[in-house]
């Protein structure tokens, strides 16, 4: 297993960039160590789940016996367990019960390693937390099957980083898993949310380091067309946790084309931001949308007091998009507004 190495990239080509999912990244904070022999066993655990893993020394209040006696997984929550539940883009997915045993044996392993309580003062829970929101579940030692279970029937697409932070704890007296609000002056606990099963809401593919740099490189350059800089700013904020309706919140979009945006970038990569993408799921635009569009091109750039004769497809596109004439465009459906045919048959329903 490696340690943290710093990644240096140049800047993406949108028509060349990877499409393909990099392995989901854990890393794995002790109190003490690791052992040489604890980074080989962590290596192999998670390389048997499809996941790239590498452990550092971490202090939770001192060393032991004054630690937290915890093992901390920094991962992000949801594509994290979504693993182990079948939710995610695994082609094949384990079902529920299968998913929620491995889930305990690799809990179950890490706390073996640190069970020997005259090496580690007593024996160690584990705890997953995310970085980005501040969220955690807590895995204690002795947790019975059934929480493990129940743990993958919960719905975690709404903790991300704009929601109050909690821990994920489980009650067993009650026998469920309760989010206890962390940032508050006293015990305060709510019931967890199960999953939808049914529910519309994908989620970026799993970016590694040279791919997150490149995310926000773009969401933060003024300098890239509008609808790449929209593009890349819903992606970001999925790949960091933020569910479907935050994204559409904060910026301003459509949950239908936030989804389309996420389940595009998943199957093309980078090249899904480039504004003449004319693949997966096309924006369509709504008869208020269209009209006004029209409006737009009928009356020519130098209204609006940008240079040049006449519209081309780039400057229009970037135009509707960065003035909220649109939500986004499609290459086609614009080349058929500069010409004025064909465009009775592209708006969707709405207003």
């Known amino acids: 297993m490696n340690t943290a190495v710093p990644v240096t990239a140049a800047p993406f080509d949108l028509d060349a960039a990877p499409a393909g999912a990099a392995r989901l990244q854990v890393r794995v904070l002790l109190d003490t160590g690791p052992t040489a022999d604890e980074v080989d066993r962590m290596e192999a655990l998670f390389d048997g789940c499809g996941m790239a893993a590498y452990a550092e020394g971490h202090s939770y209040g001192g060393p032991p016996p004054t630690s937290a006696f915890l093992i901390v997984l920094n ?95 489980w009650h067993p007296a009650l026998h469920t898993w309760q989010a206890r609000l962390t940032t508050v002056p006293r015990r305060f606990a709510r019931r967890a949310p199960l999953r939808a099963r049914a529910a519309d809401s994908p989620r970026a593919r799993q970016c590694d380091d040279a791919e997150i740099g490149e995310l926000w490189r773009l969401a933060g350059s003024a300098e890239v067309p509008a609808v790449t800089w929209q593009r890349a700013q819903i992606v970001l904020l999925s790949a960091q946790g933020s569910n479907i309706a935050s994204i559409a919140q904060h910026t301003v979009t ?79 459906w614009l080349a058929a507004l500069l010409t004025g045919t064909g465009t009775d048959h592209l708006h969707r329903d709405g207003i």
Request: proline share 8%.
């Open 254 to 332: 459509g949950a239908g084309r936030v989804r389309a945006v996420i389940r595009n970038f998943n199957d093309d990569g980078f090249a899904s931001f480039d504004p003449g993408y004319d693949r997966g799921e096309r924006p369509q635009p709504t008869p208020a949308e269209l009209r006004d569009a029209r409006a737009v091109a009928a009356r020519g750039p130098a209204a609006y007091g940008l240079t040049g004769p006449a519209w081309d497809v780039a400057t229009l596109g970037d135009f509707l998009v960065r003035e909220g004439v649109v939500e986004d465009v499609d290459p086609d």
């Open 75 to 169: 991962i992000p929550l949801a594509p994290f367990l979504d693993t182990f539940a079948g939710t995610g883009t695994d082609p094949e997915p384990d079902t529920a019960g299968d998913g929620a045993a491995r889930l305990a044996a690799v809990v179950r392993t890490l706390q073996a390693m640190r069970a020997d309580e005259e090496l580690w003062g007593r024996p160690h829970g584990v705890k997953l937390e995310d970085s980005h929101s501040g969220h955690g579940v807590l895995l204690e030692a002795g947790l019975p099957d059934a929480a493990y279970d129940a743990l993958l029937g919960l719905d975690l697409s709404g903790l991300d980083q704009w929601a109050i932070p909690v821990q994920l704890e």
